[in-house]
Antibody, heavy 118, light 110 residues
């Protein structure tokens, strides 16, 4: 059973960089796409982007200038960096595996709350 | 403002059937499969339906998916109080070159 676990600071100051890591267990990070998705309190899901095991990436156009995703196959984990954060970036951040076939998310992490505040 | 449009809420009695709609365009639903997710309070979303009408292992056949043109529908039969949750549709948008979700629908089982 594939499991994903997000980790990183729960509090980030405005204008600084949000950095999260997703550790994957129970399966290899290879040959899959991996995504970050966020959810502001009381609101819907927002797709941030995806990274393939080769390192190729796609980002949401509205966040593209501030987002970087990377992965470390030796540690079976992938990461998210979001620069110049503002209060509107406060959300629960989920990592998820993109399932084989047409675009869908078959495994999700439990989510981690990141608050942007001074 | 979400790219995909869902009703904010639906409700039905236990044992009854409910449908949740998801409306999009030719760049997303019209040319891609839709997936559906169930989010119970305080938990991460869980995949219910993928590639339009496929269910992952462990998802009961009370849940079904369908599509017509640029709209998709999630159907739930034999409603149970445990089905009370938020439901989201999602797909790929070829124009945006990115994933998109609906705004979510809160299901209340009266």
């Amino acid at each position: 059973q594939v499991q994903l676990l997000e980790s990183g600071p729960g509090l980030v100051k405005p204008s600084e960089t949000l950095a999260l890591t997703c550790a994957v267990s129970g399966g290899s990070i290879s040959s899959y796409y991996w995504s970050w998705i966020r959810q502001p309190a009381g609101k819907g899901l927002e797709w941030i982007g995806r990274i393939y095991s080769s390192g190729s990436t796609d980002y949401d156009p509205s966040l593209k200038s501030r987002v970087t995703m990377s992965l470390d196959t030796s540690k079976n984990q992938f990461s998210l960096k979001l620069t110049s954060v503002i209060a509107a970036d406060t959300a629960v951040y989920y990592c998820a595996r993109v399932g084989r076939g047409w675009f869908h998310f078959d495994y999700w992490g439990q989510g981690t709350l990141v608050t942007v505040s001074s | 403002q979400s790219v995909l449009t869902q009703p904010p809420s639906v409700s039905a009695a236990p044992g009854q059937e409910v449908t949740i709609s998801c409306s999009g365009s030719s760049s997303n639903i019209g040319n891609n499969y839709v997936s559906w997710y169930q989010q119970l309070p305080g938990t991460a979303p869980k995949l219910l339906i993928y590639e339009g009408n496929k269910r992952p292992s462990g998802i009961p056949d009370r849940f079904s998916g369908s599509k017509s043109g640029t709209s998709a529908t999630l159907g739930i039969t034999g409603l149970q109080t445990g089905d009370e949750a938020d439901y989201y549709c999602g797909t790929w948008d070829s124009s945006l070159s990115g994933g998109v979700f609906g705004g979510g629908t809160k299901l209340t089982v009266l």
